[in-house]
C-alpha cells in the first residue's frame, strides 16, 4: 500500500490505534469516518472496549486483525510500541475519566495522541499531560472539531483582518434537548456517563457542550476570556451535573460576552452558534447551517458569504473540499482536524519542519484551557454565580 | 360623525391628544398611525412640541385646528379639559424625563394617558403617577407595544395552557446596531436625547430597548423576574450612557434566564427575539419576522405556527387582522395596543364594566416595573456586576 | 377637521366612498384600514351591500351617516355626486363581476375609482372603461397592492439601474393552499363567489392571485410578456374554475420566464414571490417576508437589503414608514397604493400638474393586462397547453 | 486486512478501480471520498487519464501501485480481469462521452459498474448498456446521489405513506450560477466540457443538473413523466449547449409539475429544490439545507422534520450516520449510493440472495430515463416548445 519512495507519492498511510468506540459508543465512528475522509490514516489496532469479549467483536466488526484487538489500553500502548508496524498515532474516544490515563500510556510509549474533549477531567490531570507531552516532544491533538468548519475559519480570518474593527461583544450559544428528560435513567449508554461526575468530571452539560462553545469562541475572536459569571443549573430532578450554564465572560481587552450552553432546551438538537460585534463590522455563524456566514460591515447589507463561494478567503478554501453549494458538514470540519494533524505526523515523520500552528488544530493548550473553563464556571456556579478569575 | 344613537352603530371615535411627535420625532407618527388603522381614534388636539411655532406648523401638517395647538402640555391640559369637546386621552410621546410631568398634568386635569415607555425616568416618580391613578381612577397605558403581536399573544397562550410544562429557561435579546457610532455627536435627533441622562434618565440602551425585552419575557413567561446580575458596557468613547447590557435573570419558580441588549451590534436593525424553554416544550418568536412562532413539543418536530393560519389560537386570532400570509408587522401590533386601550375607553364613556387585564394591554404596572428593570440594571453594573433584587 | 387655508395646513381628507365591502367581506375592510394609514381620506359614503338591511348595518357598524348609506351602487353614484360634499373617489371591493358596472356608473358620475383587481372579467369590459376613463379625465386606479411594497420598488429600481444587467430568467409564483379542499360547498363567502364563473370571471386562481404575480414580474422586470403558454388545472373535484395554473413567459427581449400560481399547495398560506436573474445579477423577494430583498451581483456574495436600512435606495424610502427592522407588511403596502392615489387626487383638486407614472401606482392599463393576462392563460389551457400571444 | 473467516467479521472491502478523475478533476475525488467514507472500498487500480504522465501521476498521488496505473482503459479492463486480486467494480467518472464505452468494456470484463450521470451521450448507447447488463447480470449503478439524502427518503416515504394524498403539483428546481458568463473560453476544464456537445451529448444544463432534478421529482413522488414541454435557452452567447430549460411535466395519474434547471442564475451555487404537493399535505426540501424536510399536512402547521430528529422514520434513519443538528451532506449522500451498491456486491459475491430495489441505489434504468429525458426536453425546445412524449 503506497509506495512512498516515488516521487510525488502519497506517503504511506498513518497507523492509528483507537481507544474507546466499541459497539454502541457515537463518537468513535465519528472519529473512524474523520480519519478515513481524506485517506491519511489506516485504523490498524484498537482497545475499543475494556470487555474483552466486546472489544474483540468490535475490532472484527471494523475490520481489524484479531492481534491488533486489545481490551487494556496499557497492554496495546506498549505491544504497538514493540512493534515495528505499531501504530503512529491512537484516537482516544472514551468517557472523558480515560482520557488523562490512556493519554499518559500512550505518550510514554512514544505515540502520538489525538483526543477527545474535554482532554481531561481536571486541570491538574491535564497539567500532567502537558509535562508528558513536553517531555516527549509528542504531539497531541483535541478534536475541537467545530473550530475547523470552513466559515469558522472564514470569521477567524475576517476578525484577524481588521473587518470587524475592535470586538466589543460576543455572543456564543450551544443548546440541546436530548437530556430534557432524564434519560440516564433509562441507562442510555450516551447520557449515563455524560451525567455520572465519576466519568464524566466536574462538568455535564458545560464540559459536555460547553467547552465546544467556549473554544469556538476564542478561537475565532483571538481573544482571551480573563474572568467569568455563571449560572449553573440543574433542571431534570435527580441529575447530578449540571444541564444548563449561562455565562458571562469578560474578555482580555474589554470584550463582553455571554455563552449559553443547555441540554434542556426543547427544539434545539445541536444548536451552536457564534456571532461577533466589533466597532466596524459584525458576524454570525450557525453550526446546524454551517456553509453560510453571515458578515455585515457597519453601515452596508449583510453579506452572505458561502463556503466554496464568493468572498470565501484562503483560510476556509484551504479547508473545503467540495465547490460552494455542496453541503460539508459535521463530519467533514472533524476530518479537517485529522487531516491537519495528519500533515503534522508526516512532517515529524519525514523530519520536516512545519510550522503547526498554522495548521489551527486543538492542541492540549487548548484542551486544558476548556478544562479550566470548566472548573471556573463550576466554581462561580457553586459560589451562587460570583465572577471568578480564569487562570491563562 | 358617528351616530352612537342608532343600534348597532359604531361609537364616536375617542377624541385623543398628544404631546411630543412634532417635526423630526420618529415614535409620533408611529402612535398617530397606530390610533387610526383600526378607526376608534381621531386626533384634534396636541402640544407637538414645546417650541411654539414648531408646535403650531407640525400641527397644522397633520390638519390640526390652530386653536387646539399648544406649546406648553400643562395649558393644554387645562384648555382641554374645560372644552365640552375636549380630548378623552393623551398620548405622550416626548423624550423619558417629560413623560412624567405630562402624564400628571393630565391625570390632574381628569384625561387618561397612554404614555410611551419608559414611562418615567425614575421609579419615584412612576410610584408618583402611581398614586395619582388610583386616586382619580383613570385609565393609563404603556406602549409596550412588542408584546401586542399575535404570535407574542399565541406564546404567551401557549405557556399559559401548559404545553411547554414547567418553564427553565429563558433567552430574550434586543440587538440594534444604529447607535454603533457616536451618532449623538451629528445632533441626529433620535441619538441625541436617548444618549442624555438627563432626558433618558439612568438607563440608555437598557431604557430605551431593554425594558422591552424584559416585558416580553415576563410577559410571554408569566413569571417575575426577582434577582438579576448586569455587566453593563459603553462601547462608544464618549457616550455617557450605556450602549450594551448583558443581564442574568432568576424568575420566581426557577427559571433562569439571559437577557442582552445593545445598540452596537452590527447587522442587526431591530432584533427583538424571545426563546422559552420549559419541561415539556420550547418556543422562539423573532420580532423582524413577526408572522410566525416557532413551537416544539418536546420529542416531536418543530411546527411553524403562523399568524391567522392553523395552530393559531384564540388569543391570537383575536388581535389578528388580515389572513395568515398577509403579513401584519410593527404599525399593527402598535395599533392593536390602541385598540385594546379603546375598548376600555369606550366601556368607561358607556359606564360598562369591562375587565381590562383580559384586554392585555400594558399598564402603568408595568411601566413601573420597567423603570425598576432599569434602576436594577444600572445598580448592578455600577457595583461591577453583582446580583440586586428585583423590587415587585 | 383640516384648515387649507393655512399655509402649510394638510389638505382636507379625500372623501372616499365604498362599493362592496360589508358583513363577511374581507378585502373591504383591507381598502378601509389602508385607506387611513396615511390620513389621506375619510369614508363617508357607502354602498357596502346589495342587501338594503345590510347595507345599513355594515355602514352604521363602521360609523357611517344613516344618509350616506345605499343599497344600489348606481343611486350612491347619482346621490353623491349631486351632494356639495359628495365623495370625491369611491373604492369598489364586489366581487369580480361587478367592478365594470360599478366602475362605469362612478365615472360617468365624475367620480375618480380605485378598484380591486382583476379590474373586469373580460377585456371587453376593460377596453369600455377604458373609452370612459380617456372621455372623462378622471383617475382609475387598480389595487395590485404588492408591487408598493418598499422592497418590491428597491427591486424595480435595481433592474432600472442595470445592476443586474440584461434580463434572461423570471421565476415568479403564488401558492395558497386555502382552496385545497372544496371549501365552496360549505358557503364560505370568499370560497363561493371566487369559483364561480358568473362572479369571477374566466380565470378562479389566475385571476384572483395569477394576476398579480402576473403583475409583480413586468413591474419589476419593465418587460412584457408577449406570448405564453399554460397548463390550467382544476384539481378539486366538481370545481367549476382553475385551481393552479403553471404557465411558461416569453418576454420582450429574450427573457424566459415560468409563472405558478396555486390554491392547493398545502403549506403555503401566501407565498407570493419572484425572482429575477440577469446578465450580472439577480434578485429574490418573497411577500411573506417583505422586508428582505436578496441581491447578488454576479460573483460576489448575497446581500440582504433590509427596508429602511443599509442599501435602500430612493425609490425604496419613498415608501418607508418605519425604520428598518420594524416590519411594514401587507396593509402598509396597500395603504401606499392609496396614498400614491391621494397624491394624484389632491393634486388634480388643486389642479397642479403631476407626473402621476412616477407615483407607481397601478392604473387601469395595469388591470385590462391582467385581464389580458387571464384571458389568453385560459385560452392557452383550453387548447391543451399551446403558446397564445398576449395582446400588448 | 479484513479477516472475513472470523464469524461477525467486516467482510474484505471491494476493490475498486476508478476511470477519469485524474488531475483537476472534481467529481472523481468525490467518488473517491464517497467510497472511503463508509468503509466498503478500497480504491486498487485507476485509468485516471488519457495521457499516461498525467495517469502515472494522479495515481501515485492517490497512493496507487504503479502497475495498477493505466492510461486506456479497455487495457485496464483485461488487465484487471486477469489478476487475482483484480478489481471487483470500476467507478467510471470521465466526461459524458466516454461512459458508454468505457461502461462497455468493463462489462465485457466482467465487472461491476458504477458511473456518474447522465450515464450516456444517447438513449441508444443506454440501451446497449441495458443488454450487456441484462446479458452479463452485473450490477450497473448512476450515482444520482442526491436521491439517497436523509430526508429524500424521508420524503419519499411520505409521499408512499399516502400522508400527502393523491399527489397533484411538483415543483423541482436546480438553479446554479458557475456558468452565468462564457467560463469555457478560458478553457476552466469543467466548463470546457460541459459546454461541448461532442462531449457532454446534446443537453447541456438540463444534461449536467436537468437530470438530477428530473430524478429525484420521480424518485420522490414514485410517479413517471409521460410527456413534458420545453423552453430551451442559451443565454451567455457563443455557448454551443444550452445553459437554461424551464420545462412544464405531466405526470401519470395527473399530476402537473414545473422544473427549471439553470446555469445561469446569480445568487444560486448548487439550489436544487424539490416541493410536491398532494391532495392532503405538501413537503419541501433544499439540497443546500439538506437536513430538514418541510412537511404540512393540510389544514396543520408546517412541520420542520429533521435529520436524525423527531419525526424521521425507517427510510431516513437507515441512511443516518450522526445525531440530528451534526450535519451530513453533499458527500454523506454520495457516500451512501457507494454504500448501498456496496451491500448488493457483498450479497453477491457471497451468493447470497438480496432485494437490491430496497436499497434505493439509481440504477442503469434511472440512468436511462435520464437520457430520454435529455433528449425529449432537446426535441422539444427544438420544436419551439411542444409537447412531445417521453418514451418510458
Not at 428528560?181 to 456517563?193: H, I, M
Request: hydrophobic share 40%.
Amino acid at each position: 500500500m503506497g509506495s512512498s519512495s516515488e516521487p510525488g507519492a502519497k506517503p504511506p498511510r498513518i497507523r492509528l490505534g483507537m481507544v474507546g468506540g466499541g459497539e454502541g459508543a457515537f463518537i468513535g465512528a465519528v472519529h473512524r469516518m474523520a480519519a478515513r475522509l481524506d485517506d491519511h490514516y489506516t485504523l490498524v489496532a484498537g482497545a475499543l472496549s475494556a470487555t474483552p469479549e466486546k472489544a474483540l467483536r468490535s475490532g472484527l466488526a471494523l475490520g481489524l486483525a484479531p492481534d491488533r484487538l486489545y481490551s487494556d489500553f496499557r497492554a496495546m500502548a506498549q505491544a504497538e510500541a514493540a512493534r515495528p508496524d505499531g501504530i503512529e498515532a491512537v484516537a482516544i474516544v472514551t468517557p472523558n475519566h480515560l482520557h488523562a490515563p490512556a493519554a499518559q500510556a500512550f505518550l510514554e510509549a512514544g505515540i502520538h495522541v489525538i483526543c477527545d474533549k474535554p482532554v481531561t477531567t481536571t486541570s491538574a490531570e491535564a497539567l500532567a499531560l502537558q509535562a508528558t507531552v513536553e517531555r516527549s516532544g509528542l504531539l497531541f491533538a483535541v478534536t475541537h472539531n467545530y473550530s475547523a468548519n470552513a466559515m469558522v475559519r472564514q470569521a477567524r480570518e475576517l476578525v484577524r483582518s481588521g473587518a470587524l474593527g475592535e470586538i466589543r461583544v460576543v455572543q456564543v450559544e450551544y443548546p440541546q434537548d436530548w437530556l430534557a428528560e432524564p434519560l440516564e435513567a433509562t441507562a442510555q449508554k450516551q447520557a449515563d456517563w455524560r451525567t455520572d461526575p465519576a466519568r464524566s468530571g466536574a462538568g455535564g452539560c458545560v464540559g459536555d457542550i460547553g467547552t465546544h462553545a467556549f473554544q469556538l469562541a476564542e478561537f475565532v475572536t483571538g481573544l482571551q476570556v480573563h474572568s467569568l459569571l455563571a449560572e449553573v443549573s440543574t433542571f431534570v430532578p435527580g441529575r447530578r451535573l449540571d444541564d444548563d450554564v449561562q455565562v458571562l465572560l469578560r474578555f482580555a481587552g474589554g470584550a463582553r460576552g455571554t455563552l449559553w450552553a443547555s441540554q434542556v432546551a426543547p427544539g434545539h438538537r445541536n444548536g451552536l452558534a457564534l456571532r461577533v460585534y466589533g466597532s466596524r463590522g459584525g458576524l454570525a455563524w450557525r453550526q446546524e447551517q454551517p456553509e453560510d456566514l453571515l458578515y455585515t460591515p457597519l453601515g452596508e447589507p449583510t453579506r452572505v458569504i458561502g463556503r466554496g463561494a464568493a468572498g470565501a478567503g484562503a483560510a476556509a478554501q484551504q479547508v473545503t473540499r467540495t465547490p460552494g453549494g455542496h453541503p460539508e458538514g459535521y463530519l467533514e470540519a472533524f476530518a479537517t482536524v485529522y487531516s491537519e494533524v495528519a500533515q503534522a505526523l508526516y512532517a515529524r515523520r519525514e523530519g520536516r519542519r512545519l510550522d503547526e500552528a498554522a495548521l489551527n488544530f486543538p492542541t492540549l493548550a487548548d484542551g486544558l484551557r476548556g478544562v479550566r473553563f470548566i472548573e471556573t464556571v463550576v466554581a462561580s456556579g457553586r459560589a451562587g454565580g460570583q465572577w471568578v478569575a480564569l487562570p491563562r
